[in-house]
């Protein structure tokens, strides 16, 4: 399983996962996009990936905005969003609560067998699925 992690997902969570988890590698925006990069530029590209990467989002708005919610259906990729509440963590909390959670993403993520939005909440710190479909209409 590839992962793509967007903008607002540290880019050193992904230099992190890639010496803790090589097996899965993960793919930081800033490897192959500007800072910056419209989330309707940056969509497409990763969706044209082979494989089709899981892709960690920190700001789950992305897929209620009317435009991207046509992107994102058409994709065939899931997403792992990060609870607000996550991302206004500091770094360090932020950093040992989502190595916790990581083995029940992967876990989740390998299972799926069509695209899936998964929702890490912070509360219980465990991962929670939506049906990615019903989530996008």
């Given at each position: 399983?590839?992962f793509y992690s967007d903008e607002n997902i540290s880019p050193?969570?992904?230099?992190?996962?890639?010496?803790?988890?090589?097996?899965?590698?993960?793919?930081?925006?800033?490897?192959?996009?500007?800072?910056?990069?419209?989330?309707?530029?940056?969509?497409?590209?990763?969706?044209?990936?082979?494989?089709?990467?899981?892709?960690?989002?920190?700001?789950?708005?992305?897929?209620?905005?009317?435009?991207?919610?046509?992107?994102?259906?058409?994709?065939?990729?899931?997403?792992?969003?990060?609870?607000?509440?996550?991302?206004n963590l500091p770094f360090q909390e932020q950093t040992w609560?989502?190595?916790?959670?990581?083995?029940?993403?992967?876990?989740?993520?390998?299972?799926?067998?069509?695209?899936?939005?998964?929702?890490?909440?912070?509360?219980?710190?465990?991962?929670?699925?939506?049906?990615?479909?019903?989530?996008l209409q």
């Amino acid at each position: 399983m590839t992962f793509y992690s967007d903008e607002n997902i540290s880019p050193i969570f992904a230099d992190m996962l890639k010496h803790y988890c090589p097996e899965h590698p993960v793919i930081a925006h800033r490897d192959r996009f500007e800072q910056g990069t419209a989330d309707d530029v940056w969509l497409p590209v990763v969706a044209a990936w082979t494989p089709k990467p899981v892709t960690l989002l920190g700001d789950g708005r992305i897929l209620r905005k009317p435009q991207l919610k046509i992107i994102a259906r058409g994709t065939g990729i899931s997403f792992v969003v990060m609870a607000e509440s996550f991302m206004n963590l500091p770094f360090q909390e932020q950093t040992w609560k989502f190595f916790k959670v990581w083995p029940d993403i992967i876990r989740l993520t390998t299972k799926a067998r069509s695209p899936t939005i998964f929702d890490v909440k912070i509360r219980q710190m465990e991962v929670i699925v939506r049906h990615f479909t019903a989530t996008l209409q």
